[in-house]
């Protein structure tokens, strides 16, 4: 499998980049899992940093492009990506807590 960078764009304001890959295999599309494998050794950052946003199988070809967000910060990546795709790749949100109910007093 063979994978190349077509495209990234800094994102300074949302501390992430964007990239648009390529991804030359034969078989199955590969998993979410194994795309965050080839994607972080790729563009040499954390796994739990990077969000793949689309994947888009070529029918007939063995090209799959990919689509994915690449966060400097945790904490950012969890402000702008939604909560489903937060859970697509295991992420968990830490949660705020849970303000206490005002009673109404008449």
């Keep these: 499998m063979e994978l190349e960078i077509i495209k990234s764009t800094d994102l300074p304001i949302l501390s992430r980049k964007r990239v648009s890959l390529m ?3 034969t078989g199955a599309t ?5 795309l965050i494998d080839m994607v972080s050794k790729k ?3 954390k796994k739990d940093l990077i969000i793949i946003k689309h994947v888009y199988p ?4 063995p090209n799959v492009k990919i689509i994915a967000h690449v ?9 702008f990506e939604h909560k489903s795709l937060l ?7 830490a ?3 849970a303000e206490p ?3 109404k007093s008449e």
């Design 95 to 97: 949660e705020k807590p």
């Design 58 to 61: 070529q029918y007939g070809k």
């Design 30 to 34: 590969p998993s979410r899992k194994d």
């Design 101 to 103: 109910a005002k009673e």
């Design 87 to 93: 859970k697509k790749h295991e992420i968990k949100v």
């Design 43 to 45: 563009v040499k950052s």
């Design 71 to 79: 966060y400097t910060d945790r904490q950012k990546m969890e402000k």
């Design 23 to 25: 991804l030359n295999s």
